[in-house]
């Protein structure tokens, strides 16, 4: 499947890379590892350096984290106008607006670091209608954390794939327990203690 994706994403160039990495941060679980792979590839064949890829994918990074953000916000208004009066949600809003007022820097600066998590941040970060600058400049900061040691790492396995075909069994293995350790780690983590009704 990502060989397909790589071959959808190549076939559009800078335009396939832009695209993958906005339709992801929207929160689309579309894998982006195919766009880095993609924008490295562009970057080894010399049509672009590596600073110039690495600005590119931020923007990318940073046009879908807004446009989140913004489906958030306008998410939100349109629940509350629909089941405004029902407890339960404004019990939930409440708490995701308290938690975003205490730890809401530290809340999106972390999931920008963390695959498939940073998309929905953005959209909750809008529900909770944390600030929009604040949001914005830790959501970059976070996103130039994240894009160049993805860049980096996935220039070493592009250059492992190409120079040892023998590995590409023990590559693809790595690749698949690092994500099942991801997954399994996941699972183990605290459960939010349901919400009881006095």
């Known amino acids: 499947m990502l060989a397909s994706l790589i071959a959808l994403i190549g076939k559009y160039g800078l335009l396939g890379v832009f695209v993958s990495m906005l339709i992801e941060n929207i929160g689309i679980p579309l894998p982006t590892e195919g766009a880095f792979l993609v924008g490295l590839h562009l970057v080894n064949q010399g049509y672009?350096?590596?600073?110039?890829?690495?600005?590119?994918?931020?923007?990318?990074?940073?046009?879908?984290?807004?446009?989140?953000?913004?489906?958030?916000?306008?998410f939100k208004r349109g629940l509350m106008r629909r089941f405004g009066g029902n407890k339960?949600?404004?019990?939930?809003?409440?708490?995701?607006r308290g938690w975003y007022d205490k730890y809401g820097s530290v809340t999106i600066l972390a999931t920008r670091l963390i695959g498939y998590v940073r998309p929905w941040s953005s959209l909750i970060a809008g529900v909770a209608e944390f600030p929009f600058w604040p949001f914005f400049f830790w959501s970059f900061v976070g996103?130039?954390?994240?894009v160049y040691p993805t860049m980096k790492i996935s220039a070493v396995l592009m250059t492992l794939w190409n120079r040892y075909p023998v590995a590409h069994i023990f590559i693809s293995i790595g690749i698949l327990v690092g994500l099942l350790a991801v997954i399994f780690l996941w699972r183990l983590r605290p459960k939010p203690k349901p919400i009881v009704e006095e």
Do not use: N
């Open 88 to 96: 339960k949600l404004i019990e939930v809003e409440r708490a995701i």
């Open 143 to 146: 996103t130039l954390l994240f």
């Open 48 to 74: 672009y350096s590596f600073w110039e890829m690495y600005w590119f994918i931020v923007v990318a990074h940073m046009v879908g984290a807004v446009i989140a953000y913004g489906l958030g916000r306008w």
